[in-house]
């Protein structure tokens, strides 16, 4: 039995291939994400290209270049730090902890409060929660950034 496989959905699929090796191995050049994905070379170009003009990704010269080297330098590619804002809520026996991730993956804050989280109506621990979250936003000046997950 065959099934019949939308476009978009390999695109969409291709897209979070670059993007997961790009979360495990850190900035990559072009080539070095065709060797992990096994994406051709073309495909991998459009899909970064595309996700560039987005602001989701970032592209840039490594640090070191070698002088006598020949050809184009490899530009690497990684996550747009700025692009999105991701947050993590650790809810425990009297403990609410919130983090704040840019997109790129790089920690910018964390604060916890110590809360008899038991006692409290479900209400009043989103609602901690949300001023947890507010309140880190605005620490690191993040607070008028929307938070694209949680």
Avoid at 124 to 133: D, N, T
Wanted: proline share 4%.
């Amino acid at each position: 039995m065959s099934s019949i496989v939308r476009q978009d959905d390999v695109r969409r699929l291709n897209q979070f291939g670059i993007l997961r090796a790009l979360r495990r191995h850190g900035p990559l050049s072009r080539t070095a994400l065709g060797s992990l994905t096994g994406l051709s070379p073309s495909t991998v170009t459009v899909i970064t290209n595309s996700l560039i003009e987005r602001g989701v990704l970032t592209d840039r010269l490594p640090e070191t270049t070698t002088v006598n080297k020949r050809g184009r330098p490899q530009v690497l590619i990684a996550p747009n730090g700025r692009h999105a804002t991701v947050a993590t809520i650790r809810l425990a026996r009297g403990l609410v902890e919130a983090s704040l991730f840019d997109y790129a993956g790089r920690e910018l804050g964390r604060r916890e409060l110590r809360r008899r989280t038991l006692s409290l109506a479900p209400e009043s621990i989103v609602r901690l929660m949300v001023e947890l979250i507010d309140g880190l936003a605005e620490e690191t000046g993040r607070s008028g950034l929307s938070i694209l997950r949680i």
